[in-house]
C-alpha cells in the first residue's frame, strides 16, 4: 500500500503514514464488563517486546493499557532516543472509513501546543485478512497521570488552578483549530517533574482516540462517546459534541481534583445519566471565585458555559490570587544572592564566547529573536550574554527573571501580556513589548539558581515538548559554563595566594 503524508500533535507535519503488511493479527481481545469505551478491540497475536513497528521503534514493556489498546515504552532506533508507541485497534474496514480516519488524523496532526502530547509518527499495520492496528509514536513523559495522583489525595486549589491553565489552553488552541477531545478525564492527563512539594503543576492532554472535527455527527453505531464520570450532557444523548462538551468535562475533572470526590458517582449508566436533570454539588468551602467558574462550565446547556480561553483568563486569576509582587521577588535566601551577586559583578565585564555561542544556538533552534544567560541578585540583573540582547545590568523591575529563579524548573508564559505576573513589567508594557517568555534557572554545584537563560518572542506562543527539552538543554550547558568560570577563578584566586601574589577581582 502506498505511504501518505501524516504530521503529528506537537509535531511537524510531513512524517510518513507506514501501511505494511504483517502476519499474526489475528487475536480478538473481548471488552471488559463494564468497559467505558464502546468498540472492539483487536489486538495482534505477536506485538509484545521486541517487536519493532514502522521499521524503527522497537516495542518494550507495557505501561498501559485500556479496552482500545495498550501504551508501551520503545526505543526509536534510529534517533536512539525513548518513546511511548501506543496500539490501537482500526475499526474501518472498508476504504472509505480508512480515508476518513487518514483525514481526521492529518487534521490532529497540525496540533503543535506544549499542553498537548507530541506524536512524533504514526502508522498502520496490515494483515493479509484485512485486520489492522493503528500505531503511534509518541512523547514518552516521565511521570504519572492525574488518574493515579488522585487515587491518593485531592489537589491543592493553587495546583489544581495551574493544572487548569495548561489544560484550558491547550484546549483553546484545539478548538480553535476545530477540534473536540470528547474525552477530557483524570487518566488522559499527564502530570510530569511531579514533586510533593511543588507548586506549578504541569499537565499534557493525550489519548486523542475519540477526538474529532467539532460538528461533525456521531459515526454510526456509536451511542456513547467518552468516559461515563466525566461525559457531557450532550454526549449521553448522543449529540454532537462541540468545543463546549469539552469544558464541560474538564468542570468536572478540576471538582474531582479540588473535593477528591467524583462530581455523579454510581455505575456507568446511573452516573451518565443524572447529569441530564442537575448540575454537580459543588461546596461552598471552595470559595466564590472556584465556586463560579465551575458552576458556569458545568452548566447544563452548552451555550451557557464558558470558553476554553475564558476558562484560562479564570484560572490564571486563582493561580496568582494573594501572590502579587512577592512572586516577582528573588532575594530571600542570602547564600543564593550573595552567589549570584559575585558571578554578575565578575561577569559584568567579561564577554563569554562559549555563552555567547549557546544564547545564539538557542535562538536559532527555538525560532526567537531573543536569548539570553542573566544573573539574578538581591536588586540587580546582569545579562551576561544575549542574541537580540544587550549585555549589561538592570534593577528587577526591568526583568522577567526574577521570577525564574524561584522555579524549580522551566517557567513558561504564553502570553505575557495577559499574565499578571509580567503584564506591568516595562519589557512588556513598552511598545512593541513583547508576548511570550519562557525561562529555564540555571543552578551551581550547590544547588542555587544563580540566573536563567530565558527566550522571548514578540508575539505570544508556545513551546512543543521538544523545544521545551532543547531549551533545558541549553540551559545545562550555560550552567555549567558558569561553573567552570568559577572554578576557575577559585583556583587562580589560590594559585596566587599560595604563590604570595595578591588575589585581584577579575
Not at 474496514?93 to 498537548?116: F, G, P, Y
Amino acid at each position: 500500500m502506498s505511504a501518505a503524508c501524516l504530521a503529528a500533535p506537537g509535531g511537524k507535519s510531513g512524517l510518513r503514514l507506514h501501511n505494511r503488511e504483517q502476519q499474526g493479527f489475528h487475536t480478538a481481545v473481548p471488552l471488559p464488563a463494564g468497559s467505558d469505551s464502546y468498540r472492539s478491540a483487536w489486538m495482534p497475536r505477536q506485538m509484545g517486546p521486541g517487536t519493532v513497528v514502522g521499521g524503527r521503534y522497537r516495542l518494550q514493556e507495557r505501561i498501559g493499557s485500556g479496552s482500545m489498546g495498550s501504551v508501551h515504552r520503545a526505543v526509536d532506533e534510529l534517533l536512539g532516543r525513548n518513546v511511548a508507541v501506543k496500539l490501537i485497534a482500526s475499526r474501518a474496514r472498508t476504504e472509505e472509513e480508512r480515508s476518513r480516519n487518514e483525514a481526521e488524523a492529518k487534521v490532529l496532526s497540525q496540533l503543535n501546543h506544549h499542553s498537548l502530547i507530541t506524536l512524533f509518527d504514526a502508522g498502520t499495520e496490515v494483515s493479509p485478512s484485512g485486520t489492522s492496528i493503528v500505531w503511534l509514536a509518541m512523547e514518552l513523559v516521565q511521570g504519572s497521570d492525574l488518574s493515579r495522583r488522585l487515587a491518593t489525595d485531592k489537589l491543592p486549589a493553587r495546583q489544581v488552578a495551574h493544572l487548569a491553565y495548561d489544560l484550558a489552553i491547550g484546549l483553546d488552541y484545539m478548538h480553535r483549530g476545530g477540534i473536540v477531545h470528547r474525552d477530557i478525564k483524570p487518566a488522559n492527563i499527564l502530570l510530569f517533574d511531579y514533586r510533593e512539594d511543588e507548586t506549578r503543576l504541569r499537565a499534557k492532554l493525550t489519548d486523542f482516540g475519540v477526538a474529532q472535527m467539532a460538528g461533525d455527527p456521531n459515526p454510526q453505531g456509536e451511542e456513547f462517546t467518552g468516559t461515563a464520570g466525566f461525559m457531557s450532557p450532550e454526549q449521553v444523548r448522543s449529540e454532537p459534541a462541540g468545543p463546549h462538551s469539552d469544558v464541560y468535562s474538564l468542570g468536572l475533572v478540576l471538582l474531582r481534583c479540588l473535593t477528591g470526590e467524583r462530581a455523579f458517582p454510581g455505575l456507568a449508566v446511573e452516573s451518565a445519566l443524572a447529569r441530564l436533570f442537575r448540575g454537580p454539588e459543588i461546596p461552598d468551602s471552595l470559595g466564590p471565585q472556584w465556586a463560579g467558574i465551575l458552576r458556569a462550565m458545568t452548566a447544563l446547556d452548552p451555550a451557557e458555559r464558558p470558553s476554553a480561553h475564558e476558562v484560562s483568563e479564570a484560572m490564571q486569576d486563582l493561580a496568582t490570587a494573594g501572590r502579587g509582587r512577592r512572586s516577582m521577588a528573588a532575594g530571600e535566601d542570602p547564600e543564593r544572592v550573595r552567589a549570584a551577586e559575585e558571578l554578575g559583578a565578575a561577569s559584568e565585564d567579561e564577554a563569554d564566547p562559549i555563552l555567547d555561542r549557546i544564547t545564539a544556538l538557542t535562538a536559532r533552534v527555538l525560532g526567537v529573536p531573543v536569548a539570553a544567560v542573566s544573573i539574578v541578585g538581591g536588586e540587580q540583573v546582569w545579562t551576561v550574554s544575549g542574541c537580540g540582547a544587550s549585555r549589561g545590568s538592570t534593577d528587577q523591575s526591568g526583568s522577567l527573571c526574577p521570577v525564574t529563579v524561584r522555579e524549580d524548573d522551566l517557567f513558561i508564559v504564553d502570553d505575557v501580556q495577559k499574565d499578571p505576573r509580567t503584564s506591568d513589567n516595562p519589557l512588556v508594557a513598552a511598545s512593541p513589548g513583547f508576548g511570550f517568555y519562557a525561562g529555564v534557572p540555571l543552578r551551581n554545584a550547590n544547588g542555587l539558581a544563580l540566573g536563567t537563560l530565558c527566550v522571548m518572542d514578540r508575539r505570544a506562543r508556545s513551546l512543543t515538548g521538544e523545544q521545551e527539552a532543547t531549551l533545558r538543554d541549553f540551559a545545562a550547558l550555560a550552567a555549567d559554563v558558569l561553573q567552570l568560570r568559577r572554578d576557575a577563578r577559585d583556583a587562580r584566586h589560590a594559585a596566587e595566594f599560595l604563590n604570595g601574589e595578591p588575589a585581584v577581582a577579575d
